[in-house]
């Protein structure tokens, strides 16, 4: 871990605005080298079971703990689900650091450029899909939004770890836990 991943600042998105539920959201539709070969509504790409992209933030506390959160009850994926990860899909013509940056102030209200750790093919319960995953280090507090956390708490890594055998975990956010804490300069248990 070592160093601090990006400066962080907290702020209130009054912008934010949950997608209603009619409103297409489109994503890139990609290859086993996510690679784009189409622009799809991300529902028939869940539907259909085809890869696209979506980007997660791990967040850090400066003493190493990362937030942990409960999704709300009435969340259309994995409702009242814990997850340790923020994130979500990457809109057309975006980067996966663009959309890490772009979830972590819509989620937590906190505008920040999110350190790239890895990226990885994963079956997901729901859909396959390209998970990038970032991670940065916040000094300030943080504003979830209700829309996207229900409640929240700061947990050491090895507790995440031990919390992520319930099964009200998200069942994806095990496998990217699981690459994290072995990938170089991701998690405190990674020998690095």
């Not at 400066?62 to 009242?80: K, M, Q």
């Not at 689900?81 to 937590?108: F, H, K, P, T």
């Not at 990226?119 to 899909?129: D, N, T, V």
Request: a negative charge.
């Amino acid at each position: 871990m070592g160093e601090q991943t990006g400066r962080a600042t907290t702020q209130t998105d009054p912008t934010h605005q949950p997608r209603h539920p009619q409103q297409p959201e489109l994503v890139e539709r990609v290859n086993e080298r996510d690679e784009v070969v189409a622009v799809v509504d991300r529902a028939e790409a869940i539907r259909r079971r085809w890869l696209h992209r979506i980007a997660t933030v791990v967040c850090r506390d400066p003493t190493g703990r990362i937030l942990v959160h409960r999704r709300p009850s009435d969340a259309t994926l994995f409702p009242g689900r814990i997850n340790w990860m923020l994130g979500g899909a990457v809109s057309v013509g975006e980067s996966y650091g663009s959309a890490a940056a772009r979830e972590l102030a819509e989620e937590i209200g906190v505008e920040a450029h999110p350190r790239f750790v890895l990226k990885f093919r994963c079956e997901g319960a729901i859909s396959p899909y390209w998970l990038a995953l970032h991670e940065v280090v916040l000094n300030e507090p943080i504003r979830p939004h209700p829309t996207e956390v229900a409640c929240h708490t700061w947990l050491p890594e090895d507790e995440v770890h031990t919390l992520s055998r319930h099964a009200h975990f998200v069942p994806d956010a095990r496998e990217a836990l699981t690459r994290y804490r072995a990938a170089p300069g991701g998690g405190e248990d990674s020998g690095n």
